[in-house]
């Protein structure tokens, strides 16, 4: 017992150094238990209001084009409106109707920390559970994708950018509806890697990429990207591509979240599925 | 003694600050990102015990990683970078060069020790950091490329960085 004392106080730098290496490694790969934790509560709270003040200042930088965006927005949303429509059946108008249902609502965040450089990126937006933010809600910017909430706490969101190893987004060709992978490979942040793409699909550069609406996160035909270079395999059964994102992730300001209004039903669908399996 | 404790503080606070407001934000084609706040480490003084290089190491690592949502990662790499930290010194030292009371510095210990030892301890925690981010072996070459380019930019800043401190003499 002596000899163990003896032992452990000579070595106790070793055990320290284990110790503190065990602790952080933990942390770093049961991260994703913990979004919810206290850790993150106090840390993103506290972060988040110094990005925040950060944040106002490098805001004003970037404010002309700003507005050359929501002049855009704008635009489209007047064209979108009623009376620009030419009302050729009237009818239809007034028919009053279940057809439709609210499906998506979209809640407009800014973004307070961003970061393209690393491998693994993520957002941080200023808002959170109080505006009614959830975890795996998806994140645009007019029509083209961002990410996905990854964790939230009262008042802020961390959101996994689509530049990050653990981000994988199925798309599928514009054109004839072609089911790929898009992921992204590190380095260059606008270019990204389009993965499993059958040998039948002749590619053309330039091509369009859109969301394919098989994940629940995000609705079918949101803008991903264009082909930017494409190489046909000898040998493995799927082709690769590249794709130049059509999101700029350098220059995001303000984003949109979406709500899945229908996200709990679609849940509880899948659920009741797999209990019957059973 | 405070003095040094207050000295250390304060560079703790303002590394932090310099790496989370300004050097995260650098962006060079995706390659070179600097992690200036290990300086910290580097300058901690000589005759700091083991422990405290370890835990302060530590606190540090944590610190930055509040700001940037990778809990445990620069935490880690912080760690083995301070652990190895007295051995480093021990190995390639003289044994005659460093007085007590003093941190490491390009003007006392010389410029050769000094790359030496910022190198090395440079290298121990980019390695490790940007292995562990990764976490696969597939980008392995890609991985080694950044590594070395954001060392080799990390070294230009802590070498600006005490040329600012120590000014030439006249």
């Known amino acids: 017992m002596r000899y163990l004392l003896y032992f452990l106080q000579k070595r106790y730098i070793y055990f320290l150094f284990l110790a503190l290496e065990i602790l952080s490694l933990v942390l770093l790969f049961n991260y994703n238990d913990y979004q919810n934790s206290a850790l993150t509560h106090i840390s993103s709270g506290f972060a988040g209001s110094i990005l925040n003040v950060s944040n106002d200042v490098s805001e004003y930088f970037s404010l002309r084009r700003v507005n050359r965006i929501l002049a855009e927005d704008n635009a489209k949303l007047h064209s979108n409106r009623s009376d620009a429509f030419y009302k050729a059946d009237t009818e239809s108008f007034f028919h009053k109707d279940t057809l439709y249902k609210l499906e998506y609502r979209y809640i407009s965040a800014k973004v307070i920390n961003n970061s393209t450089n690393k491998r693994n990126n993520f957002l941080m937006l200023n808002k959170g559970h109080l505006q009614g933010i959830e975890n795996h809600m998806g994140v645009i910017m007019g029509n083209r994708i961002v990410g996905q909430v990854v964790s939230v706490s009262n008042h802020f969101c961390w959101v996994m950018s689509l530049l990050n190893k653990d981000s994988k987004i199925s798309g599928k060709f514009k054109k004839n509806n072609q089911l790929v992978n898009i992921e992204w490979g590190g380095g260059n942040y606008q270019i990204g890697e389009v993965k499993e793409i059958p040998k039948h699909v002749v590619i053309n550069i330039g091509d369009t990429i859109i969301t394919s609406g098989n994940s629940d996160i995000f609705p079918e035909g949101l803008l991903i990207g264009t082909i930017d270079h494409f190489k046909i395999a000898q040998e493995e059964n799927f082709n690769y591509a590249t794709i130049r994102f059509a999101t700029d992730f350098n220059s995001l300001s303000f984003v949109e979240v979406l709500i899945d209004m229908m996200s709990k039903e679609k849940e509880n669908l899948k659920k009741s599925f797999k209990t019957n399996e059973r | ?170």
Request: hydrophobic share 55%.
């Open chain 2, 1 to 170: 003694m405070t003095i040094i404790f207050l000295k250390n503080i304060g560079r703790f606070i303002f590394l932090i600050l310099f790496q989370v407001l300004i050097l995260n934000n650098i962006q060079f084609s995706g390659y070179i990102n600097p992690y200036f706040y290990i300086y910290f480490i580097l300058l901690l003084p000589f005759e700091t015990p083991h422990w405290l290089l370890l835990l302060s190491a530590f606190l540090l690592g944590i610190t930055l990683d509040a700001f940037t949502n990778t809990f445990g990662l620069n935490a880690s790499a912080c760690v083995l970078m301070a652990f190895v930290r007295p051995f480093v010194i021990t190995s390639i030292s003289t044994g005659t060069e460093f007085m007590p009371g003093h941190s490491p510095s390009l003007k006392n210990q010389g410029i050769k020790w000094f790359t030496y030892y910022s190198v090395i301890l440079i290298l121990v925690h980019h390695f490790s950091l940007f292995y562990l981010e990764i976490f696969r072996f597939k980008e392995f070459f890609q991985t080694l490329l950044r590594v070395l380019l954001s060392s080799l930019f990390t070294l230009l800043l802590v070498f600006i960085a005490e040329y600012l401190s120590y000014p030439a003499k006249k």
